[in-house]
């Protein structure tokens, strides 16, 4: 069952996937969404395995049009959607048939939308993953008047009661607006800050706009400060890595990080709050909060929970209106 | 973990552990790591996702909502001991020949190397040229081979305000380490020259050349040589 979305306005609108995992062991980025719950809800919300290729739109708007009926859902930052001028929720499954525009306008809130469309999209791979990487130039971002190939070959749940709010997903959507909390463990080289390491917990740090899927920079009044000025010898920093290069910022590493290097880790950001890294905008205040790795391991497993616990009602919804095939079972892909 | 086990297990947020090679020896720390980040690879762990072994630390990286450090640190206890710490990492190690244009535009540290090791330029490309390199790790950006510094009487700063562009090609100086850039990037490193040959194709498998394991070695070109060689593919040399 072949089709394609005729793309009308795209622009930061990229292809991607949770990521990259065989790159790492080459010397490439994880990369992928930097929001992975709100990925991952979208492709549940249409069936689709998690780790399904979906759209990753950054700040701006996105409008499509599908030649054959499909299910989608956005999820992730705060726009309007509207199907041929209808409003119709976020985190919800929405029918739009062929032909149908389809508009993401006016983010409100967060930096990146999520839309995923039953069946996924036909997008190149390299390792095994379609994630960008701006590095080594591979990825593809959208553009007007292209068109991207439906991977579907099953049709679509169509009914019209999704997209009403008919059935209660009971998904949680992340909270967007004000101050961000981001909590943060030890990291390995904590000692190498001295006593300056708990500056990151007591005043608030602002998002420079010079921030990016590689890493962010956050400056604020008083940042801790490097006291060990040995040259270390590369090795592997994790995704989340809170570093103090030269400067006055804080960096911090995101899924788009170089996989080596050679400054000292202070912290590490727990991957529950990566999500909420990979929404919060230029100028942005946020609060980290210092939390042990036992909570941080409880808040994932919570995470995977609300996740697993959507999966089973999306799975119900279907089946309740006659559609069990098209969904792809518990997949966490 | 046991008292004796010649490897350093760190935490690296809840979803990652470093383990350190501490057997005493640079060769065995190394083929420790990359010998234990095979065995996670092949072994499929649950919840295993990525390891990064680079010259002495392998990082592994885990899904914290299917496993946890306690499971992941027991495993590496139960790993290491298991290892074959004098096997090389591979049976069929490959050579590559490297040219190089040293100085000049493409090599814009060489000069500033040669004032930190009071060395002159030309001690400077004799001394990088002079080792044959082992292949450590492939690292950022894009599958750089991550080597051993050549000997130089002092290790090698970072600049202290990284470039925002190194072109593809770079040949590069750091601490105790050398490389080549595969890939443009943002970088620290000393540049002291360029190869014309490419080293990273999206279309090959793999992406590039060389594995951990390998061996290399950097000549000097002349212009008109890298004028010759431009845009052709770093190979490995023929087995004989």
Not at chain 1, 151 to 159: D, I, L
Not at chain 1, 169 to 194: M, N
Not at chain 2, 144 to 158: N, Y
Request: aromatic share 4%; hydrophobic share 40%.
């Amino acid at each position: 069952m072949t089709g394609r979305l005729t793309i009308h306005e795209a622009s930061l609108a990229m292809v991607t996937d949770l990521g990259r995992t065989r790159g790492p062991q080459f010397g490439l980025p994880l990369n992928g969404a930097l929001d992975q719950y709100s990925a991952r809800a979208a492709n549940i919300l249409v069936g689709n395995a998690e780790g399904d290729p979906l759209i990753e739109l950054t700040l701006f708007d996105l409008a499509f049009t599908p030649d054959r009926d499909v299910l989608i859902a956005a999820t992730g930052a705060e726009m309007t959607l509207e199907v041929d001028g209808a409003p119709l929720p976020q985190w919800e499954p929405v029918p739009v048939r062929a032909g149908q525009r389809v508009e993401l306008r006016g983010m409100s809130a967060g930096m990146r939308c999520y839309v995923a469309v039953h069946g996924s999209v036909e997008v190149p791979h390299l390792l095994g993953s379609c994630a960008p990487d701006t590095v080594v130039g591979f990825g593809h971002a959208l553009s007007a008047d292209e068109h991207l190939e439906l991977a579907g070959t099953t049709p679509s749940p169509m009914s019209p009661y999704l997209g009403i709010s008919l059935f209660n997903l009971g998904i949680c959507p992340p909270c967007l607006d004000g101050t961000a909390v981001v909590d943060v463990v030890d990291g390995p080289e904590i000692e190498e800050f001295g006593g300056t390491a708990h500056r990151l917990f007591r005043r608030p740090f602002e998002v420079s706009p010079r921030s990016n899927h590689i890493g962010l920079r956050l400056g604020g009044p008083e940042v801790p400060v490097r006291t060990s000025t040995e040259e270390k010898i590369s090795r592997g920093v994790p995704v989340g890595a809170v570093e103090v290069p030269p400067g006055d910022e804080l960096l911090i590493l995101h899924r788009g990080r170089g996989v080596t290097a050679g400054y000292p880790v202070l912290g590490v950001v727990t991957s529950t709050s990566l999500d909420t890294l990979g929404q919060v905008r230029p100028g942005q205040s946020v609060v980290f909060r210092h939390v042990d790795a036992t909570q941080a391991r409880s808040d994932v497993r919570a995470w995977r929970k609300a996740l697993d616990a959507l999966r089973n009602r999306v799975t119900t919804a279907f089946s309740s209106l006659g559609f069990d095939d098209g969904v792809t079972p518990n997949q966490r892909g | 973990m046991s008292p004796t086990l010649p490897a350093e297990i760190s935490t690296a947020g809840e979803s990652a552990v470093r383990v350190t090679g501490r057997t005493g020896d640079r060769e065995r720390d190394w083929r420790l790591v990359h010998q234990l980040a095979r065995r996670f690879t092949r072994a499929e762990v649950p919840g295993f996702t990525v390891a990064i072994p680079t010259y002495e630390s392998v990082l592994l990286e885990f899904d914290a909502a299917l496993t946890g450090h306690e499971e992941i640190i027991a495993l590496i206890a139960e790993t290491v001991p298991a290892l074959d710490l004098d096997a090389p990492l591979h049976e069929d190690p490959r050579h590559f020949r490297v040219p190089v244009l040293y100085g000049g535009e493409g090599g814009p540290d060489l000069e500033r190397v040669a004032e930190i090791t009071g060395l002159s330029a030309e001690e400077v490309i004799a001394a990088h040229c002079a080792p044959t390199y082992t292949v450590r790790c492939l690292g950022a950006p894009g599958g750089s081979p991550m080597l051993d510094g050549p000997a130089l009487p002092v290790a090698i700063p970072r600049l202290a305000s990284p470039r925002t562009h190194v072109p593809q090609g770079a040949v590069s100086l750091a601490g105790r380490q050398a490389t080549i850039t595969p890939a443009a990037a943002p970088g620290g490193w000393c540049v002291i020259g360029r190869t014309p040959l490419t080293v990273l194709d999206l279309d090959a498998e793999p992406l590039v050349p060389y594995r951990p394991g390998d061996t290399l070695r950097f000549e000097p070109a002349s212009a008109r040589e890298v004028e010759r060689l431009a845009g052709g593919r770093l190979t490995p040399e023929e087995a004989r």
